[in-house]
T-cell receptor, first 111, second 112 residues
Framework: GEDVEQSLFLSVREGDSSVINCTYT??????LYWYKQEPGAGLQLLTY?????DMKQDQRLTVLLNKKDKHLSLRIADTQTGDSAIYFC???????????FGDGTTLTVKP | DTAVSQTPKYLVTQMGNDKSIKCEQN?????MYWYKQDSKKFLKIMFS???????INETVPNRFSPKSPDKAHLNLHINSLELGDSAVYFC???????????FGPGTRLTVT
């Protein structure tokens, strides 16, 4: 079955760049997503990328996709304390609800 | 202007009880979902409804029964609650198959 893996923790200093990595196993994955979950809140869709794209940039966020290696990354430039949260990678073959989620990476930003 | 709302936000109950969680979305989306997030923050889909029809039913005990009275509402009823049911339950919705999910704020269920 599908599997999505992420490292569980990342700690960076304020102002540095953060890179959160994700690998997936389903070669038919068509859509890949990044969600952010702040404490006590629901998940918020940050960005998504289609599998025919290599890169997508949205302000401080850059998503890179290496389809050959089934590797997805999220780079946050100039990381702020407000970026501290859990970041979930997810993949889907075309039904957004049937997305398979990674276990989440807890990002801690130190002042 | 809440997009996906759930009630209650917190639910504390004893083993063996029956409880319901309600979800409503005002986004006009066709598909709604229930997800369960355990204490380690792992997220698993439970059910999905499209225009009031069940389309995804993962391996969930039949004590859990979703009900969709209309496409804007998807409620979750749980019978004979067990300790292992303690988790945060998220409702979500989506319009199409590409754009990702809109999540509700979650319902923290604690079974004692």
């Amino acid at each position: 079955g599908e599997d999505v893996e992420q490292s569980l923790f990342l700690s960076v200093r304020e102002g540095d760049s953060s890179v959160i990595n994700c690998t997936y196993t389903d070669s038919s994955s068509t859509y890949l997503y990044w969600y952010k979950q702040e404490p006590g809140a629901g998940l918020q869709l940050l960005t998504y990328i289609f599998s025919n794209m290599d890169m997508k940039q949205d302000q401080r966020l850059t998503v890179l996709l290496n389809k050959k290696d089934k590797h997805l990354s999220l780079r946050i430039a100039d990381t702020q304390t407000g970026d501290s949260a859990i970041y979930f990678c997810a993949e889907s073959t075309g039904n957004a609800g049937k997305s398979t989620f990674g276990d989440g990476t807890t990002l801690t930003v130190k002042p | 202007d809440t997009a996906v709302s759930q009630t209650p936000k917190y639910l504390v109950t004893q083993m063996g009880n029956d409880k319901s969680i309600k979800c409503e979305q005002n986004l006009g989306h066709d598909t709604m979902y229930w997800y369960k997030q355990d204490s380690k923050k792992f997220l698993k889909i439970m059910f999905s409804y499209n225009n009031k029809e069940l389309i995804i039913n993962e391996t969930v005990p039949n004590r859990f029964s979703p009900k969709s009275p209309d496409k804007a509402h998807l409620n979750l009823h749980i019978n004979s609650l067990e300790l292992g049911d303690s988790a945060v339950y998220f409702c979500a919705s989506s319009q199409d198959r590409t754009g990702g999910l809109d999540f509700g704020p979650g319902t923290r269920l604690t079974v004692t």
